[in-house]
Protein backbone atom coordinates (compact mmCIF):
# COMPACT_ATOMS: atom_id res chain seq x y z
CA UNK A 1 0.00 0.00 0.00
CA UNK A 2 1.34 3.46 -0.99
CA UNK A 3 2.07 5.27 1.88
CA UNK A 4 3.84 8.59 3.62
CA UNK A 5 5.74 8.48 6.64
CA UNK A 6 7.33 11.51 8.15
CA UNK A 7 9.83 11.94 10.78
CA UNK A 8 9.89 13.10 13.57
CA UNK A 9 6.61 13.50 15.01
CA UNK A 10 7.07 16.72 16.74
CA UNK A 11 10.00 19.08 17.43
CA UNK A 12 10.64 21.94 20.08
CA UNK A 13 13.51 24.12 18.89
CA UNK A 14 14.76 27.50 19.85
CA UNK A 15 15.00 30.43 17.84
CA UNK A 16 17.72 30.59 15.51
CA UNK A 17 18.07 26.69 15.27
CA UNK A 18 18.58 24.91 12.19
CA UNK A 19 16.24 21.94 11.55
CA UNK A 20 15.86 19.12 9.36
CA UNK A 21 12.25 17.57 8.53
CA UNK A 22 12.21 14.46 6.95
CA UNK A 23 9.55 12.30 4.30
CA UNK A 24 9.79 9.01 3.26
CA UNK A 25 7.26 7.43 0.80
CA UNK A 26 6.52 4.32 -0.68
CA UNK A 27 4.35 5.04 -4.23
CA UNK A 28 4.38 2.61 -6.81
CA UNK A 29 4.49 5.61 -9.70
CA UNK A 30 5.77 8.36 -8.27
CA UNK A 31 5.13 12.04 -10.26
CA UNK A 32 5.71 14.49 -7.25
CA UNK A 33 6.78 15.28 -3.76
CA UNK A 34 5.19 18.48 -2.27
CA UNK A 35 5.62 19.99 1.41
CA UNK A 36 3.02 22.12 2.98
CA UNK A 37 3.14 24.17 6.19
CA UNK A 38 -0.38 24.01 8.46
CA UNK A 39 -0.51 26.62 10.96
CA UNK A 40 -4.18 26.79 11.89
CA UNK A 41 -6.34 24.88 9.42
CA UNK A 42 -5.45 25.63 6.17
CA UNK A 43 -2.20 23.69 4.60
CA UNK A 44 -0.33 26.16 2.79
CA UNK A 45 2.12 25.45 -0.06
CA UNK A 46 5.50 25.49 0.22
CA UNK A 47 7.51 23.55 -2.81
CA UNK A 48 6.78 21.05 -5.33
CA UNK A 49 9.54 18.54 -6.23
CA UNK A 50 9.34 16.56 -9.39
CA UNK A 51 11.80 14.05 -10.84
CA UNK A 52 13.14 17.03 -13.23
CA UNK A 53 13.10 19.82 -10.14
CA UNK A 54 14.68 18.03 -7.06
CA UNK A 55 15.81 21.36 -5.23
CA UNK A 56 14.14 23.81 -4.28
CA UNK A 57 14.93 26.79 -1.90
CA UNK A 58 13.14 30.18 -0.47
CA UNK A 59 14.31 32.12 1.61
CA UNK A 60 15.21 30.25 4.96
CA UNK A 61 13.09 27.25 3.57
CA UNK A 62 15.18 24.53 1.29
CA UNK A 63 14.21 21.52 -0.01
CA UNK A 64 15.89 18.56 -1.76
CA UNK A 65 14.43 15.27 -2.81
CA UNK A 66 16.20 11.83 -2.96
CA UNK A 67 14.58 9.71 -5.78
CA UNK A 68 16.98 6.62 -5.18
CA UNK A 69 16.13 6.81 -1.20
CA UNK A 70 12.13 7.72 -1.99
CA UNK A 71 12.90 10.14 0.78
CA UNK A 72 12.76 14.53 0.84
CA UNK A 73 14.03 16.73 3.56
CA UNK A 74 12.67 20.24 4.34
CA UNK A 75 15.58 22.23 6.14
CA UNK A 76 14.70 25.50 8.03
CA UNK A 77 17.37 27.72 9.01
CA UNK A 78 17.84 30.33 11.56
CA UNK A 79 14.45 29.42 12.78
CA UNK A 80 11.57 31.87 14.05
CA UNK A 81 8.79 31.39 16.14
CA UNK A 82 6.43 32.15 13.37
CA UNK A 83 7.79 28.64 11.84
CA UNK A 84 6.05 27.08 14.43
CA UNK A 85 3.46 25.31 12.43
CA UNK A 86 2.81 21.38 11.61
CA UNK A 87 4.63 20.63 8.37
CA UNK A 88 2.98 18.16 5.69
CA UNK A 89 4.41 16.33 3.23
CA UNK A 90 2.48 14.63 0.67
CA UNK A 91 2.96 12.55 -2.94
CA UNK A 92 1.08 12.71 -5.68
CA UNK A 93 1.37 9.60 -8.17
CA UNK A 94 1.23 9.09 -12.17
CA UNK A 95 -1.81 7.51 -12.39
CA UNK A 96 -4.31 9.48 -9.98
CA UNK A 97 -4.78 13.23 -9.02
CA UNK A 98 -4.96 12.82 -5.33
CA UNK A 99 -2.45 13.96 -3.13
CA UNK A 100 -1.64 11.49 -0.24
CA UNK A 101 -0.57 12.76 2.99
CA UNK A 102 1.81 12.06 6.24
CA UNK A 103 0.79 12.36 9.29
CA UNK A 104 3.05 15.72 9.68
CA UNK A 105 5.24 16.76 11.67
CA UNK A 106 4.64 19.46 14.51
CA UNK A 107 7.39 22.50 14.56
CA UNK A 108 7.16 24.17 18.10
CA UNK A 109 10.01 26.73 17.85
CA UNK A 110 10.46 29.10 21.03
CA UNK A 111 11.70 32.35 21.58
CA UNK B 1 -7.15 35.85 -6.88
CA UNK B 2 -9.70 34.40 -4.45
CA UNK B 3 -8.69 31.26 -2.46
CA UNK B 4 -11.41 28.16 -1.50
CA UNK B 5 -13.80 29.43 -0.01
CA UNK B 6 -15.37 27.11 2.87
CA UNK B 7 -18.30 27.73 5.29
CA UNK B 8 -19.04 27.37 8.05
CA UNK B 9 -16.01 28.26 10.32
CA UNK B 10 -17.23 25.83 12.72
CA UNK B 11 -19.73 23.35 13.40
CA UNK B 12 -21.35 22.00 16.62
CA UNK B 13 -23.33 19.25 16.25
CA UNK B 14 -25.17 16.40 18.29
CA UNK B 15 -24.52 12.52 17.15
CA UNK B 16 -27.10 11.02 14.72
CA UNK B 17 -27.71 15.10 13.45
CA UNK B 18 -27.16 15.86 9.72
CA UNK B 19 -24.62 18.82 8.54
CA UNK B 20 -23.71 20.27 5.33
CA UNK B 21 -20.69 21.85 4.54
CA UNK B 22 -20.05 24.03 1.32
CA UNK B 23 -17.23 25.00 -1.10
CA UNK B 24 -16.09 26.83 -3.48
CA UNK B 25 -12.77 26.63 -5.71
CA UNK B 26 -10.58 28.62 -7.77
CA UNK B 27 -12.09 29.76 -10.56
CA UNK B 28 -10.79 27.50 -12.89
CA UNK B 29 -9.84 25.08 -11.07
CA UNK B 30 -11.27 21.45 -12.28
CA UNK B 31 -10.41 19.72 -9.61
CA UNK B 32 -11.84 19.76 -5.88
CA UNK B 33 -11.13 17.55 -3.25
CA UNK B 34 -12.61 16.76 0.16
CA UNK B 35 -10.68 15.86 2.91
CA UNK B 36 -11.27 14.42 6.48
CA UNK B 37 -8.33 15.68 8.63
CA UNK B 38 -8.11 13.94 12.50
CA UNK B 39 -6.53 15.74 15.11
CA UNK B 40 -2.96 15.07 14.76
CA UNK B 41 -3.40 12.91 11.64
CA UNK B 42 -2.51 14.29 7.83
CA UNK B 43 -5.55 15.41 6.13
CA UNK B 44 -7.14 11.94 4.28
CA UNK B 45 -9.19 11.87 0.98
CA UNK B 46 -12.82 11.62 1.06
CA UNK B 47 -13.54 12.43 -2.68
CA UNK B 48 -12.17 14.04 -5.43
CA UNK B 49 -13.93 15.21 -8.13
CA UNK B 50 -12.74 16.13 -11.82
CA UNK B 51 -15.30 18.64 -12.81
CA UNK B 52 -18.56 17.66 -12.29
CA UNK B 53 -17.29 13.90 -12.31
CA UNK B 54 -16.05 11.82 -9.27
CA UNK B 55 -12.79 10.58 -9.57
CA UNK B 56 -12.13 8.71 -6.68
CA UNK B 57 -14.55 8.40 -3.71
CA UNK B 58 -13.05 4.93 -2.33
CA UNK B 59 -13.03 6.25 1.01
CA UNK B 60 -15.83 8.19 1.45
CA UNK B 61 -17.99 6.26 3.95
CA UNK B 62 -20.80 6.29 1.57
CA UNK B 63 -23.53 5.05 4.48
CA UNK B 64 -23.35 8.31 5.91
CA UNK B 65 -21.10 10.28 3.84
CA UNK B 66 -22.25 12.54 0.35
CA UNK B 67 -21.29 14.88 -1.78
CA UNK B 68 -21.93 16.44 -4.82
CA UNK B 69 -20.17 19.44 -7.39
CA UNK B 70 -22.97 20.70 -9.42
CA UNK B 71 -21.82 22.48 -12.58
CA UNK B 72 -18.60 21.26 -11.89
CA UNK B 73 -17.72 24.94 -9.53
CA UNK B 74 -19.05 24.42 -6.10
CA UNK B 75 -19.68 21.31 -4.17
CA UNK B 76 -21.29 20.29 -0.91
CA UNK B 77 -20.14 17.57 1.58
CA UNK B 78 -23.36 16.40 3.76
CA UNK B 79 -22.63 13.61 6.63
CA UNK B 80 -26.45 12.01 7.87
CA UNK B 81 -26.10 10.58 10.26
CA UNK B 82 -23.05 12.14 12.36
CA UNK B 83 -20.80 9.92 14.88
CA UNK B 84 -18.52 10.76 17.39
CA UNK B 85 -15.59 9.94 15.09
CA UNK B 86 -16.74 12.35 12.42
CA UNK B 87 -15.36 15.02 14.67
CA UNK B 88 -12.29 16.56 12.57
CA UNK B 89 -11.56 19.34 10.13
CA UNK B 90 -12.80 18.92 6.95
CA UNK B 91 -10.86 20.34 4.00
CA UNK B 92 -11.74 20.96 0.41
CA UNK B 93 -9.17 22.41 -2.22
CA UNK B 94 -8.63 22.65 -5.40
CA UNK B 95 -6.30 22.36 -8.48
CA UNK B 96 -5.66 23.04 -12.41
CA UNK B 97 -6.09 19.58 -12.35
CA UNK B 98 -5.39 17.18 -15.49
CA UNK B 99 -3.76 14.59 -15.18
CA UNK B 100 -0.20 15.21 -16.69
CA UNK B 101 0.16 18.48 -14.47
CA UNK B 102 2.08 18.51 -12.16
CA UNK B 103 -0.41 21.56 -9.68
CA UNK B 104 -0.42 22.13 -6.08
CA UNK B 105 -3.71 21.84 -4.49
CA UNK B 106 -4.64 25.05 -3.07
CA UNK B 107 -6.45 24.21 0.72
CA UNK B 108 -9.47 26.34 1.88
CA UNK B 109 -9.74 27.73 5.54
CA UNK B 110 -11.59 24.32 6.53
CA UNK B 111 -14.37 23.40 9.05
CA UNK B 112 -13.98 22.22 12.49
CA UNK B 113 -16.38 20.08 13.23
CA UNK B 114 -17.31 18.75 16.65
CA UNK B 115 -19.90 15.54 17.54
CA UNK B 116 -20.93 15.85 20.80
Known amino acids: EDKVVQSPLSLVVHEGDTVTLNCSYE??????LLWYKQEKKAPTFLFML????IEKKSGRLSSILDKKELSSILNITATQTGDSAIYLC???????????FGPGTRLSVLP | EAGVAQSPRYKIIEKRQSVAFWCNPI?????LYWYQQILGQGPKLLIQ????????DSQLPKDRFSAERLKGVDSTLKIQPAKLEDSAVYLC??????????????FGQGTRLTVV
Open chain 2, 93 to 106: ASSLGGRGMNTEAF
Open chain 1, 27 to 32: VTNFRS
Open chain 1, 50 to 53: TSSG
Open chain 1, 90 to 100: AYRDNYGQNFV
Open chain 2, 27 to 31: SGHAT
Open chain 2, 49 to 56: FQNNGVVD
